[in-house]
Nanobody, 124 residues
Framework: EVQLQASGGGSVQAGGSLRLSCTASGFTSDDYAIGWFRQGSGKYCEGVSW????????HYANSVKGQFTISRDNAKNTVYLQMNSLKPEDTAVYYCAADRRKEIWASTTLWYYWGKGTLVTVSS
């Protein structure tokens, strides 16, 4: 059974940093991607970034390019999302998801496995 555990959320002031972690279990091979998504209050779910666990291919949403960095530690089955220069508009519940299907990695809602969210609150 695939499980995803997200952690690292918290409250920071604008300009601060947080690092989110997503640890995956239950996969028998590395042919999947981990994606980060966020949903602010009253907003649609937004795809933030994803990384292919097997070859490290990375994608960022335009809204976070240059601000967030995604990385992986395959030995720990963990993907990180380093978030710098945080702004109040980055406040959201952040979710990680996983899927083996390359054709859906660019989507927001079609990812198959989802972890519980972790709340990030950025105050001005």
């Amino acid at each position: 059974e695939v499980q995803l555990q997200a952690s690292g959320g918290g409250s920071v002031q604008a300009g601060g940093s947080l690092r989110l972690s997503c640890t995956a279990s239950g996969f028998t091979s590395d042919d999947y991607a981990i994606g980060w998504f966020r949903q602010g209050s009253g907003k649609y779910c937004e795809g933030v970034s994803w990384i292919s666990v097997s070859d490290g291919t990375i994608h960022y949403a335009n809204s976070v390019k240059g601000q967030f960095t995604i990385s992986r530690d395959n030995a720990k089955n963990t993907v990180y999302l380093q978030m710098n220069s945080l702004k109040p508009e980055d406040t959201a519940v952040y979710y990680c998801a996983a899927d083996r299907r390359k054709e859906i990695w660019a989507s927001t809602t079609l990812w198959y496995y989802w972890g519980k969210g972790t709340l990030v609150t950025v105050s001005s």
